[in-house]
Each structure stands twice: as C-alpha cells, then as structure tokens.
C-alpha cells in the first residue's frame, strides 16, 4: 500500500485515500501542499529587502529558503499564510492582506 | 488429528488464542473475561508461546496498547468484558479507522447500572457502531472455533478491520462444555503469519499512522473504512469454508435451525439459542412450523441474507439481550424490522427484551414466545411490537 500523496488534494475522492489514512514513506510532508489552506499570502518588496534574514527563522513552516547568504522568494507551495514573517522585518519589506 | 475436551468457553478461547501465539497482549482484568489473560499469562510463564504479555493499569491503556502493536506490525488483542469496553469506547474508533486488525475477546456482561456481572449484550451493543467486525458464540465450540477464525478475517487484505469474538458471559465463559479441539500444528497453519504491508516497525519504508483528517477529508476517509467493511460477509464465508475442511464443522453468517415449512421464527444472538433449539424441537414434535435464526455475524449486519431467510415466515420474533432505550426496542429489532422493511416483508415481527443482567431463560420461556407469534398469527396483527420476556410484572 503505497501512499500516492498527489491524488490527496482537497478534491480527492474517496477511493484516492490510504487506507486507515495511513501515510507511507518518509518526507512526503514536503509532497502535501499545505499552501493550499491559505487565500492570502505574504509578499515581499524586493527594493527594501536588505537580505538581513531575520525573517526566514521566523517561518514556522519553513517556507522562506536562503542560499548564498541571502532569503529566496517564499515557498509558496508550503507557506499557510500566517503573516509572522511581515511582522519579523524591521524594514517594512513584507506585506500581506490583514497584517498590520 | 483433533482431540476431545472438557473445558469453559474461557478455557476455550486461552487454549485457541495459545495455539495462534500472537505476538503482543496488553490485559486487565475484569469479570468475566479476567480467566482468557489469566490463562494465556501461564502460557507465557510455561514458554508456550513467544507472546510480549503486558500488565496494564487499564482497559483504556489494554486497548491503546494493542492499537500500537497492530500498528507496530505485531498481531494483537486484548480481552475484555462490560464496563472495560466502555473504557475502551475511545479506543475502538481509532483501531477501526486506522484499520487495525486486532482481536478483542469479549466476554459480554451487561453494563453498569445497577452494578451486575452477569451476561446481557449491552457492552457489545454499545459498540456495534464502532467499525468493528462483531461475531458471537452460541456455545464453547462455538466460542473456541470464532476465535481461531478470527485473525484470517481481520487480516484478509479486502477488509482490514478489528474484530470482536463475542461470548456469553459466565454462561458459557464459566460453564464446561465437551469440546473438540484442533491439532496445534492445523491451528498454526490455518492462520498463517501476519504480513501487513505498511508498519511503523518497518526500517524500508517509514510511515505515518493516525493523521489528523481536516473536513476535506474526514467524510471520504470514514467512507473509505466502510468499503472494508462491506467485504466482510464474503471473507467470513470463505474462512468458514476453510475451516470446515480443517475441522468439518461448518459455519455462515447466521445459522438457520429448522427453518424449513417454518411459520413461526425466533431470531436471537448467543447462548439462548441452544435454549431455543431445545423449545424448537419440542415444538416440532407436536407438528408445529417453529424454526429459529441464530446470528454470527453480527456487524457487518447481513440484512439481505436475513430477509431471504425469512422470508415464508408469518410472524417473527426477535430477541434482544440489551436495551436500548428507544421506547420502540432494542438494536437487533431495529436492523431485523429494518431489513424486514425494505425487502418488503410481509412478516408480522414483535422484538422483545429478555436475559438483562443474566436473567435465566428457560425452554418454557420459549415455548410462550412461540405460543405468542401463534396468537399474532391468528389475530392477524403484532399488537405491541415492543415487549419484554421474563420480566416480574
């Protein structure tokens, strides 16, 4: 009984699921698109970014990446949107519906 | 080369549950069932079987217990009776759900209050809604060959669901009954190893058990554990059909004792049948149409089967061994008249309430319940559907 993790979107039916919802395999997590919760998102301004990264350790889900030093766009495949990241930058760089 | 004994539906079950070795069984005790653990920890102690027995400080925890070693990958059960099933409630969903095919020997003894340890059906009942796949004993034998079945039923990979071998509590978990038992080494074979294909103790392919399901799909998963449950009747009758081969006694999803040319039918769940069987051939005796259905399966309900078996019937009455309140009968009523219902019957069908906290039944009570489909018969009307047998009134 293999888990196929992309059938279980919000629209799968019923003959799509694991039985018992029993998920096989490990770090399929990262298969699971938990993006889809959320109807806002963050978004950032690249211009008053000043790659200071105090927001990517602030994500609890992980969802800003940083290579070479500096933080990537957001990982919006997994970001559910809860705006901490908007208040974690000191520099007014990120923004998002409702979050003040 | 099987062998003839004498021992209690308990004894019967221990001896069964030795011959299978499963590999983990959390216990508490609890009258009636406290003799099946008891009996099994002398196994373990005499090095008779390879079973992890764990001690544990309740049925809360004998359950959750057995649901991680199902999940584990480890064959499991526990034991239990009444008031411990009802500690189990939590419990069980979760092993039905998470599709865990582990076995609870249940001894029924009617839930408290007032507080009473003797048989009605009141602790399985209660669970008959759980997802569990219920199967009850009329007898010793009965109880002993259920539970040998038990595992090639749960197991089978078209089902994947707990299972429940119910017996009377006391009235055969206590009495001793001539028995035949089967070879250890045919026992063995018949129930085979357990090879689950997804387990957390599996190094190759981790998994995940239980997650939480948000309301996108709650409704599909628990749809999805009903599609096990409607392959249930087939597995039980193909086992059957197995175990036939291996010990010629043969067994359905329900029995049908002299139901051929039968006007009049009881249909009634455990030990009282046997009760029946006796007022039945009395009955028979004096040229009278009586015949009786006897439930195994119990859930899945073979609604369909049962409706087909009755379906020259004139007046049927079914017997139920636990309350439930509804002012109009009990739960075996209610899935008989449904079934009944929707194949169209014509059957006049009256449910009674009879053996709460072990009242006795006697052949003579049966005897009235039969005289008593015969006045429905001539009357030409049930009267009052809702009834009680051995009541002080």
Known sequence: ?100 | MSKRERLSGNEAVAIALRQINPDVFPAFPITPSTEIPQYFASYVANGQVDTEFIPVESEHSSMSAAIGASAAGARALTATSSCGLAFMWEELYIAASNRLPLALALVNRALSGPININCDHSDSMGARDAGWIQIYAENNQEAYDNMVQAYRIAEHKDVRLPIMICQDGFITSHAVENIELLDDADVKKFVGEYEPETYLLNPECPAAVGPYSITDYYFEAKRNQAEGMRHVPQVVLDVAKEFAAISGREYGLFEEYRMDGAERAVIIIGSAAGTTKDAIDALREKGEKVGMIKIRLYRPFPADEIADALKNVKAVAIMDRAESYTNHGGPLGADVMAALFRARSEALAVNYVYGLGGRDVRVTDMENVYAELQKIIDDGDAGETYRFMGIRE
């Open chain 1, 1 to 100: 009984m293999a888990t196929d993790i992309s059938k279980l979107g919000v629209k799968a039916k019923w003959q799509d699921l694991t039985e018992g919802m029993v998920v096989a395999g490990a770090g399929t997590s990262k298969e699971f698109l938990t993006g889809e919760w959320t109807s806002v998102k963050p978004e950032i301004d690249w211009e008053k970014c000043k790659q200071c990264l105090l927001c990517a350790p602030a994500c609890p889900d992980s969802c800003i990446p940083v290579a070479d030093k500096k933080r990537l766009e957001f990982d919006y495949d997994h970001c559910k949107g809860c705006g901490i990241c908007v208040k974690a930058c000191p520099f007014g760089a990120i923004t998002m519906e409702g979050v003040k």
